[in-house]
């Protein structure tokens, strides 16, 4: 089994910055592709940052140029820095990784911004 775990979460105010974390283990050899999707209540999950195996990344129209997705290959972590945070941000924050046409899921990381 391939075990994925974010970390960083919390409460901060409009403006401020988050580090989000995702730690992949076990079974994984490599990550392919890595994702972040964020969920506010009530809505749809959705895709914020993609980072491929060759550092390749794309991001959503909202987090252009506050986002940014980075990762360590040794490691298999990964992580998705936020910087000016709005309201808006607010949500579930979770890791999603691909690795040989498996698909893992993190348990998510609350992010909380506040005006």
């Known amino acids: 089994q391939v075990q994925v775990l974010e970390s960083g979460g919390g409460l901060v105010q409009a403006g401020g910055s988050l580090r989000l974390s995702c730690a992949a283990s076990?079974?994984?050899?490599?990550?392919?592709?890595g994702y972040w999707y964020r969920q506010a209540p009530g809505k749809q999950r959705e895709l914020v940052a993609t980072?491929?195996?060759?550092?390749?990344?794309n991001y959503a129209d909202s987090a252009k140029g506050r986002f940014t997705i980075s990762r360590d290959n040794a490691n298999n972590t990964m992580w998705l820095q936020m910087h000016s945070l709005k309201s808006e941000d607010t949500g579930v924050y979770y890791c999603?990784?691909?690795?040989?046409?498996?698909?893992?899921w993190g348990k998510g990381t609350q992010v909380t911004v506040s005006s």
């Open positions: 980072i491929t195996s060759g550092g390749t990344t």
């Open positions: 999603r990784i691909d690795s040989k046409g498996r698909v893992s």
């Open positions: 076990g079974s994984i050899f490599s990550i392919n592709v």
